[in-house]
């Protein structure tokens, strides 16, 4: 099923528009501070969007509406979790990171606890990023062979052979402003899509109340009851919620390149914490979409049988907006897809050039440094790419199941080396061992849902980190601001 010429002809001028950007932004470029971190230069404002369309991707924007159109609202528990979870960053990471010139996450822990560890955690992260943005550009391939009219896999290479190409030019700063942008664009799209589905139901919203409750209350949105097994429960959306905000907002490279990429920790600070409410809101919103897209689809059914409910909300806008008003649409959740694969190309080649000993040779180099960063850019398009054409099952969750495996893990290892000065670099790295695999056993042996996995993860780690540091005869490593760039 294609779009209208009208819808597609939007598409493939913002498309190119996009791509254009990250030509403009190749200006004044000078070194690996201007590739990665923009020179410094953005407002806060401006970052706590790019935090926002980064964490919400294509994945987001597709899967969040699947799941209230196949369940109810019970998401919305876990979003709580995400407030909690920045305000503890706040508290116990950002000053950390403040300390010294870093330009990646895993420099904390060398400080904390050697190189070794350090490239230990930016292993982590890497793995983990790869594979978790593999699925979102599963995603983005379930719009664009929407739009387009391909398979899945060519929507793959037309939309990473762009965003390479974009984020190889454009940098850090490219991806801010790109992210700011589309951000108000597809919330804007957000509302207009609410508005026009509560205009196309019969009877407005009181059929949607009378659906819903047909259906088992699908306007549900509170669950307090204490069961482990339960995704999506007051509980684990709060508790689970914030660990998982702590791992992927204080540890993961994507997001605390941002962070670090702020002015000053107080600028820093508000980004955070001001973006925690524009997520609040997104999710809202498109919860409430996908329980309009249940009730429209009542009377005018969108998905055939067997048909994945993820391609619910894009199939919605190929059939039923008016030309113009859904290529907007459609161009704004590919740009957006677009904007945060290139945020994360540019965290992970920041991550492999500067977290492991090969920066060493280059950092007296500033124009080599920068060619290899761009090289290393080129590299993990390529991986993700391969990543993208692998089948995944419910897009959303199997991001969020995926990213908790590591995350555990690395986040305690990050409350170890803050909390503990005591911990050792033997003992936090058996402990981040020993967390995986508690990990892995509740994911295996137990019916314990993933919102709870990076809780468990950290705190094993942790617990064992801290004990074996107390057993052993390892020597702690003194701590010192390290001197340039990290």
Not at 22 to 27: E, P, Q, S, T
Not at 291 to 311: I, K, W
Request: hydrophobic content about 55%; glycine content about 10%; overall charge positive.
């Amino acid at each position: 099923m294609r779009i209208h010429a009208i819808d597609l002809a939007i598409v493939l001028v913002y498309l190119l528009a996009v791509t254009a950007l990250g030509l403009w932004f190749r200006r004044g470029q000078n070194d690996v501070r201007d590739y990665f971190l923009g020179g410094r230069s953005a407002p806060w404002w401006a970052l706590a969007l790019s935090i926002v369309a980064t964490e919400t991707s294509t994945l987001t924007i597709v899967g969040t509406p699947a799941i209230s159109y196949a369940t109810n609202l019970t998401f919305i528990q876990l979003v709580f979790g995400y407030l909690v979870g920045r305000v503890l960053i706040v508290l116990l990471f950002l000053p950390g990171y403040f300390r010294g010139d870093y330009f990646t996450a895993y420099a904390l822990i060398e400080k904390r606890f050697g190189p070794r560890m350090r490239a230990v955690a930016a292993s982590t992260f890497l793995v983990t990023r790869a594979i978790a943005e593999g699925v979102r550009v599963s995603a983005i391939a379930l719009v664009v062979s929407v739009v387009l009219g391909t398979s899945e896999r060519a929507a793959v290479f037309i939309v990473m052979a762009l965003t390479i190409f974009y984020t190889f030019e454009g940098g850090m700063k490219a991806v801010i402003w790109t992210d700011v942008a589309q951000l108000l664009l597809y919330l804007t799209g957000s509302i207009v899509t609410l508005a026009f589905l509560l205009h196309a139901i019969p009877g407005g919203w009181g059929e949607v109340a009378r659906v819903s409750a047909a259906a088992g209350n699908k306007l549900h949105a509170l669950d307090f009851a204490f069961d482990l097994s339960r995704r999506y429960t007051f509980w684990s959306g709060v508790i689970g919620g914030a660990f998982l905000t702590m791992a992927s907002h204080g540890t993961d490279q994507t997001i605390v390149q941002r962070l670090l990429a702020a002015r000053s920790e107080s600028d820093s600070r508000k980004a955070l914490l001001a973006s925690g409410a524009v997520v609040f809101v997104q999710f809202s919103l498109f919860l409430i979409v996908g329980v309009l897209l249940f009730t429209y689809a009542q009377h005018s059914p969108l998905l055939s049988s067997g048909e994945p409910t993820d391609r619910v909300l894009p199939v919605f806008l190929a059939r039923a907006m008016p030309p113009g008003l859904a290529g907007l649409l459609f161009a704004s959740m590919i740009a957006v897809a677009m904007s945060n694969a290139s945020g994360s190309l540019n965290s992970l080649a920041a991550s492999s050039i500067l977290d492991f000993s090969v920066a060493a040779g280059l950092r007296s180099d500033p124009a080599r440094f920068l060619a290899r960063s761009r090289f290393m850019t080129l590299v993990w398009g390529a991986v993700l790419l391969l990543f993208g054409l692998l089948p995944w099952r419910s897009l959303l969750e199997t991001g969020l199941t995926v990213a908790s495996f590591p995350l555990g893990s690395l986040l305690g290892l990050f409350l170890l080396g803050t909390l503990d000065r005591r911990a050792t670099p033997a003992g936090a790295c058996i402990g981040m061992f020993c967390g995986l695999g508690a990990i892995i056993a509740v994911w295996k042996f137990t019916g314990v849902a993933y919102t709870w996995y990076v809780l468990l993860g950290s705190c094993v780690t942790f617990a064992a980190g801290a004990l074996l540091s107390r057993l052993g005869n390892g020597n702690q490593v003194i701590l010192q601001t390290p001197k340039g760039p990290a």
